[in-house]
């Protein structure tokens, strides 16, 4: 398809997991009555961002009524839903940071365990060690949709150009990012992240970030955002939950690839280490 409306829900994250689920449910509503072909929620939307509660709201896919809900909507909506991150258990009991991703029938068409983990300690910022509680995944996520290809990462993951390029040379034409961005890094990076990704790989990028709650330990800096591939902004959410959406025309996408060819003009036998 060529020319279609995506949403973020931006919504705001609290302790108490059912209350999270129902306030997914009724954002990917909204996004979809404002006609929405693709629906993003943030990283970890049923739990807060705290490395020590990953395992009490951890759900084993199939089972678990966060998935079962992302499955639901999609399919009572006919939206493809790129569902956030919650944390996942495997089998043998290991915890991933897990995005699920269901088409317009509800059915899963991917699943990307975050592959970079976020494990940093900025001096009079932020200190987070997601490795003590999680495992990182190990591949990258590009599903075929009826929209396109999209290619599917999570927050820290946006870090690595070389991820994003990756998925672009097997054929992304958007790349999610759901995320949560804090007070520090958030003011400084996020947007120009996803704007980098944009106009390094000439694609669609979407940044979906939880609202602020200013009660929680760990604070979203939010600005849920859309880049085209010039890096033009098209949509930008501040800290406050909210539903952000904008159209994806995939004629800007192949004008800027004619105009000003990056993609054909790389020489990877000079990048080599
Ligand atoms: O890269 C950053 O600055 C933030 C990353 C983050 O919060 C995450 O990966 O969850």
């Known amino acids: 398809m060529l020319v279609f409306n995506v949403g973020i829900c931006q919504l705001g994250v609290v302790a108490d997991k059912q209350s999270n689920i129902c306030k997914a449910r009724s954002m990917i509503a909204e996004a979809a009555d404002q006609g929405s072909r693709l629906v993003v929620l943030p990283e970890m939307f049923n739990c807060p961002y705290q490395s020590e509660l990953f395992s009490q709201y951890a759900e084993i ?13 999609a399919e009572k909506h006919k939206v493809i839903v790129v569902g956030g991150s919650i944390p996942e258990r495997d089998e043998v009991g290991n915890i991933y940071n897990t995005c699920f991703i269901f088409n317009e029938q509800g059915k899963l068409i991917g699943r990307h365990r975050k592959v970079h983990l ?20 190990s591949s990258m996520t590009l599903v075929d949709t009826s929209l396109g290809k999209i290619g599917v990462a999570i927050c820290y993951d946006v870090r690595f150009p070389e991820l994003a390029r990756t998925m672009v040379l097997q054929g992304a034409e958007i790349l999610v990012y759901p995320g949560a961005f804090g007070p520090v890094t958030g003011p400084a990076h996020w947007e120009l992240l996803m704007r980098a990704r944009a106009v390094d790989n000439q694609v669609y990028v979407i940044g979906a970030a939880p609202a602020l709650n200013a009660a929680a330990e760990y604070k979203s800096y939010g600005h849920s955002i859309i880049v085209d591939p010039w890096a033009r902004v ?5 800290e406050v939950e909210t ?3 904008s159209k994806i025309d995939f004629r800007t996408l192949n004008r800027v690839r004619e105009e000003l060819p990056l993609l054909r003009h790389r020489k990877p036998e000079v990048y080599r280490v």
Request: aromatic share 8%; with cysteine.
């Open 61 to 73: 896919y199939p089972e678990g009524p966060t998935i079962a809900m992302l499955a639901e909507c």
């Open 118 to 137: 976020f494990d940093v300690d900025i001096k009079g910022g932020t200190v987070f060690q997601e490795s003590k509680t999680l495992v990182a995944g």
């Open 234 to 238: 098209l949509a930008l959410a501040n």
């Open 243 to 245: 539903v952000i959406t």
